[in-house]
């Protein structure tokens, strides 16, 4: 049985919403692991992008690059080119949490992704919910 697009939609969406509540969580914590953090945050925004992309028929690009999804997204929305500002998530991407590339960000930069992931969140579920 074909998933509906709208049910694929909605399984990227949940799967977006444990990254940030995980986030969140940790974020909350008296000692917060602050790359696993930007990592969830990153995460989250990405998986938001490619559940709009989905919502348009399109199957996303395997890929963590931030800046790529929003060109590919602005190629649906012009207006995608507003979360210019959301590609530095792509530093706290699957490649960085190996020890060969060693970073781990400061609270500041944590919680400044946490911010960033919910202006992508923000800004997709209104263009989402203009689709329905």
Same mark, same amino acid.
């Given at each position: 049985m074909e998933l509906r697009i709208t049910d694929?939609?909605?399984?990227?969406?949940?799967?977006?919403?444990?990254?940030?509540?995980?986030? *969140?969580?940790?974020?909350?914590?008296?000692?917060?692991?602050?790359?696993?953090?930007?990592?969830?945050?990153?995460? *989250?925004?990405?998986?938001?992008?490619? *559940?709009?992309?989905?919502?348009?028929?399109? *199957?996303?690009?395997?890929?963590?690059?931030?800046?790529?999804?929003?060109?590919?997204?602005?190629?649906?929305?012009?207006?995608?080119v507003s979360l210019v500002n959301t590609i530095?998530?792509?530093?706290?991407?699957?490649?960085?949490?190996?020890?060969?590339?060693?970073?781990?960000?400061?609270?500041?930069?944590?919680?400044?992704?946490?911010?960033?992931?919910?202006?992508? %969140?923000?800004?997709?579920?209104?263009?989402? %919910?203009?689709?329905?």
């Amino acid at each position: 049985m074909e998933l509906r697009i709208t049910d694929l939609v909605n399984k990227w969406i949940l799967k977006v919403e444990n990254d940030l509540k995980a986030a *969140a969580q940790m974020l909350n914590a008296e000692e917060p692991v602050t790359d696993a953090i930007c990592f969830h945050c990153q995460q *989250a925004a990405e998986k938001y992008f490619k *559940a709009y992309l989905v919502s348009h028929g399109s *199957a996303p690009e395997k890929t963590h690059k931030i800046e790529r999804l929003i060109e590919d997204c602005s190629k649906i929305d012009r207006t995608f080119v507003s979360l210019v500002n959301t590609i530095e998530l792509s530093e706290y991407a699957v490649e960085s949490r190996y020890p060969d590339d060693f970073y781990i960000p400061g609270l500041d930069e944590a919680q400044n992704a946490f911010k960033l992931a919910g202006e992508v %969140k923000l800004f997709i579920l209104n263009r989402l %919910k203009k689709q329905s």
